[in-house]
């Protein structure tokens, strides 16, 4: 034959096939394999509050991968919570310039900073909670965030967050309501 096709799928699932045989055979057969690298995938979490946001879907975030203060890259847009992770069409991106940071730093520890609130600066989105905060103030603050946050992800939130959720909002003080504000610019996988 003038050419030959190769289908026998990647690595990247052996449960489905995709065990990587296509390369050994290509191998076997006098072809260079360039080393495989991971790229478009979901990525794995370590927090066990995932799972409860299974199937959260996120719109206009904005996701910043670190290797300890190192930026790696960041993207705007959707993502997705799912029973392992994150996924999603900002995370997908975000995997490949992790994925070759891994490689070479020795496979430390990756950060996910998600800004739930990127159109907002911190003012901006201190000012908008002092609303919300004065529309609920005489409620709780686990219930003050309805306006702010989707309704599955306020619980989780709560639980982050290093502010007693059974205190009353009209007893929340500045200094609190800056931890409110530096959870949801750097909501941290």
Same mark, same amino acid.
């Given at each position: 034959? $003038? *050419?030959v096709i190769l289908a026998t799928g990647g690595a990247s699932y052996p449960a489905t096939g995709s065990t990587g045989d296509g390369y050994s055979m290509a191998q076997n057969v006098g072809h260079q394999i360039i080393p495989l690298k991971p790229s478009l995938v979901p990525l794995e979490a370590k927090e066990p509050w995932v799972r409860e946001l299974q199937g959260l879907s996120l719109k206009n975030v904005k996701a910043?991968? @670190?290797? %300890?203060? !190192?930026?790696? *890259?960041?993207? +705007? %847009?959707?993502?997705? @919570?799912?029973h392992f992770g994150i996924s999603g069409p900002i995370i997908l991106s975000l995997s490949k310039p992790i994925a070759e940071s891994l490689r070479s730093s020795g496979r430390q520890p990756v950060q996910i900073s998600i800004d739930l609130k990127?159109?907002?600066?911190? $003012?901006?989105? $201190?000012?908008?909670?002092?609303? $919300? +905060?004065? !529309? =609920?103030?005489r409620k =709780?603050?686990?219930? *003050? +965030?309805n306006d702010l946050l989707p309704k599955s992800l306020i619980p989780v939130f709560l639980k982050i967050l290093p502010v007693p959720p059974d205190k +009353?909002?009209?007893?929340?003080? !500045?200094?609190?309501? %800056?931890?409110?504000?530096?959870?949801l610019k750097n909501f941290t996988v």
């Open positions: 034959a $003038d *050419a910043t991968a @670190f290797i %300890g203060e !190192k930026v790696l *890259a960041s993207e +705007f %847009g959707e993502m997705l @919570f799912t990127p159109a907002l600066t911190r $003012d901006q989105l $201190d000012l908008r909670i002092q609303r $919300d +905060f004065q !529309k =609920y103030s =709780y603050l686990s219930n *003050a +965030f +009353f909002v009209h007893q929340i003080t !500045k200094e609190e309501r %800056g931890l409110i504000v530096d959870l």
